[in-house]
T-cell receptor, first 113, second 114 residues
Framework: DQQVKQNSPSLSVQEGRISILNCDYTNSMFDYFLWYKKYPAEGPTFLISISSIKDKNEDGRFTVFLNKSAKHLSLHIVPSQPGDSAVYFCAASAETGANNLFFGTGTRLTVIP | KAGVTQTPRYLIKTRGQQVTLSCSPI?????VSWYQQTPGQGLQFLFE???????NKGNFPGRFSGRQFSNSRSEMNVSTLELGDSALYLCASSLLAGAHNEQFFGPGTRLTVL
């Protein structure tokens, strides 16, 4: 049973515009959420995270929004750049002491120059 | 500082065989986690080791096992391979245990079972 879902397998955006990647989760015990970016032939790299006590976290061009009541989070990239083209994974964790991350299936972002 | 390394990068096995994958964490990192990535399921947690002890285990059959050595290097073993075990196996290390500690992933081992 997929507890973290990314319903859009792919997204194409023009360079300079905003990219919005979405993620939904079902487990109300999740208290920590992360986004990872993955290039081909490389492992995922950490991008940004947010704790459940916050509803927004910003790091440069990347902002993550969390809507706990809707069990939904989104990653905004502004402005989008061709180098942002990658697969983005949403992940969530339910226990502070465990390293058990639940990942979504990923969204492939293509930024068109 | 060197990143997480995984060996081998590619592996082809046949059904019924067993396989051992290796992971060397970032120097100083004591936690190592393993994930299986398949196209339909995304990344799924296999297990986590910290200070040579398995701290957490995902929902995988007993054919999947692992261990961690005193230098924090880790190995995972899959016995009696099945076609469905074909996947990218990713290892991640972090300084401490716990999901709030940033995990650094290796490039993965691509296992193909024929």
């Amino acid at each position: 049973d997929q507890q973290v879902k990314q319903n859009s397998p792919s997204l194409s955006v023009q360079e300079g515009r905003i990219s919005i990647l979405n993620c939904d989760y079902t487990n109300s015990m999740f208290d920590y959420f992360l986004w990872y970016k993955k290039y081909p032939a490389e492992g995922p790299t950490f991008l940004i995270s947010i704790s459940s006590i916050k509803d927004k976290n910003e790091d440069g061009r990347f902002t993550v929004f969390l809507n706990k009541s809707a069990k939904h989070l989104s990653l905004h990239i502004v402005p989008s750049q061709p180098g942002d083209s990658a697969v983005y994974f949403c992940a969530a964790s339910a226990e502070t002491g465990a390293n058990n991350l639940f990942f979504g299936t990923g969204t492939r972002l293509t930024v068109i120059p | 500082k060197a990143g997480v390394t995984q060996t081998p990068r590619y592996l082809i096995k046949t059904r019924g065989q067993q396989v051992t994958l290796s992971c060397s964490p970032i120097s100083g990192h004591r936690s190592v986690s393993w994930y299986q990535q398949t196209p339909g399921q995304g990344l799924q947690f296999l297990f986590e080791y910290f200070s040579e002890t398995q701290r957490n285990k995902g929902n995988f059959p007993g054919r999947f096992s692992g261990r961690q050595f005193s230098n924090s290097r880790s190995e995972m073993n899959v016995s009696t391979l099945e076609l469905g075990d074909s996947a990218l196996y990713l290892c991640a290390s972090s300084l401490l245990a716990g999901a709030h500690n940033e995990q650094f992933f290796g490039p993965g081992t691509r296992l193909t079972v024929l």
